[in-house]
């Protein structure tokens, strides 16, 4: 069964250090996402993506961060100066369509330091 | 906020139970989606259910909706020590994206 994959599962950075959050998702998915977690918390939205642009985004997907898809398979998220309260479970999710289920990788946990 | 509230916010049962969780939202959604997380894990879609359905069922799984009060229930019928996990609802709204809840950790005692 296809499934969203993502990469790599524990990322360990200083802060103020750049990361980049993989994920490939479902292939003929058209709609990629990235949500958050910060440990014992919710799970927060932070960006939606379709037709290579971002869609919407949330308070939380301030200029620190940017999304990109460089090419036919991976969707990435890049935080440019990480802060100590980056740290959580970031997951990429994608769907077919509108309103469709959202597909869940199994996360990145990034951890800054 | 249209974050969805769940309740209770943590569930023990014995095996062969069944358990029943609640979920709250606050405004007109297009569909209701229950997810379910083992600790630290990814999130596993479990059922979706549209703003015009009232009931779904799948496997031991039973979903209701009722959008006048704005709230959706999770039934999970007999259940099994490897249901144990935190379950969410999660409303999209007409802007793809999902917004969650704070979740219901269930705890099936063997």
């Known amino acids: 069964e296809p499934e969203v994959t993502q990469t790599p599962s524990h990322q360990v950075t200083q802060m103020g250090q750049e990361v980049i959050l993989r994920c490939v998702p479902i292939?003929?998915?058209?709609?990629f996402y990235w949500y958050r977690q910060i440990l014992g918390q919710k799970v927060e939205f932070l960006v939606s993506f379709y037709n290579n642009e971002i869609s919407e985004k949330s308070e939380i997907f301030d200029d620190q961060f940017s999304v990109e898809r460089p090419d036919g398979s991976n969707f990435t998220l890049k935080i440019r100066s990480t802060k100590l309260e980056d740290s959580a479970m970031y997951f990429c999710?994608?769907?077919?369509?509108?309103?469709?289920?959202?597909?869940f990788g199994a996360g990145t946990r990034l951890s800054v330091l | 906020s249209q974050q969805g509230e769940e309740d209770p916010q943590a569930l023990s049962i014995q095996e062969g139970e069944n358990a029943t969780m609640n979920c709250s939202y606050k405004?007109?959604?297009?569909?209701l989606q229950w997810y379910r997380q083992n600790s630290g894990r990814g999130l596993v879609h479990l059922i979706l259910?549209?703003?015009?359905?009232r009931e779904k069922h799948s496997g031991r799984l039973r979903v209701t909706l009722d959008t006048s009060k704005k709230s959706s229930s999770l039934l999970i019928t007999a259940s099994r020590a490897a249901d144990t996990a935190s379950y969410f609802c999660a409303t999209e709204t007409g802007a793809n994206n999902l917004f969650f809840g704070t979740g219901t950790r269930l705890t099936v005692i063997p």
């Open positions: 292939s003929n998915h058209l709609y």
């Open positions: 999710a994608s769907n077919p369509g509108l309103a469709d289920i959202q597909y």
């Open positions: 259910i549209r703003s015009n359905e």
């Open positions: 405004t007109s959604i297009n569909n």
